[in-house]
């Protein structure tokens, strides 16, 4: 009985100045999404909450959260927790319940969510273990299906980064496709229906249960990781 979910929730997480906003935005431009700023989000407008008619009568209104196939949340470790909680049984259950003003109901809410966020001091401190170094609850990492950083300093990447920037001020600034071309390469990916083989899977199975084991012996140096992953 149980249900396997397809959509895939990431979070980008890592220094300023990284792009992570820039991602997140280009990437609401390329399919039908909402982009939400975390830090002005509160959970019943992501969600579902009640909202007061002009005439005094409230009535249920659902947020981007049910509404959306794909959702990009900025700012995620701005959010205030009570707001952010909003978005565990989205992740997990893929459903929505309201119990407010005597109604009591749960709508279906099956969003890909696209996170970003900063470390917990601006910028990561590699003296510190992981989880010190994420501002938010070790609850909600986990309900992230991949988790990318974006720490390293590389000064020939930064390098790619200043001549970018440099150049779109001196319009000189040329895309390397067009953004119709990539948008019909994501959708003819989207197309595609894989299956999983026995041999694949048996080796997703052993990756996992040898990372459960790494993390077991060095706990501090990991983001914790459940069944969920699997």
């Given at each position: 009985g149980n249900i396997r979910r397809d959509q895939i929730h990431l979070l980008l997480i890592g220094n300023p100045s990284k792009a992570k906003s820039e991602l997140l935005k280009a990437t609401n431009e390329l399919v039908e999404?909402?982009?939400i700023n975390g830090k002005m989000a509160s959970g019943a407008g992501m969600a579902y909450g009640m909202v007061k008619l002009p005439n005094g009568t409230s009535v249920a209104q659902v947020g981007p959260l049910g509404l959306s196939r794909f959702v990009q949340i900025d700012e995620l470790d701005k959010m205030r927790i009570?707001?952010?909680g909003s978005l565990l049984e989205v992740m997990e259950q893929q459903s929505i319940s309201l119990t407010k003003a005597?109604?009591?109901s749960s709508i279906p809410a099956k969003p890909s969510i696209l996170a970003a966020a900063n470390p917990k001091f601006s910028t990561w401190d590699t003296e510190l273990d992981i989880l010190k170094n994420i501002n938010f609850e070790s609850f909600l990492l986990t309900r992230f299906d991949?988790?990318?950083?974006l720490i390293t300093e590389d000064p020939v990447n930064d390098g790619f980064v200043y001549d970018h920037i440099i150049s779109g001020a001196l319009g000189e600034h040329k895309t390397i496709f067009e953004k119709s071309l990539l948008i019909k390469y994501i959708n003819l990916c989207r197309m595609n229906t894989p299956t999983?083989?026995?041999e694949a899977g048996r080796k997703i199975s052993d990756f996992f249960k040898k990372i459960k084991n790494e993390i077991q012996i060095n706990n501090n140096e990991?983001?914790?990781i459940e069944t969920r992953q699997l």
């Open positions: 999404s909402s982009y009570e707001d952010r005597g109604i009591h991949l988790i990318i950083g999983l083989s026995k990991y983001v914790p």
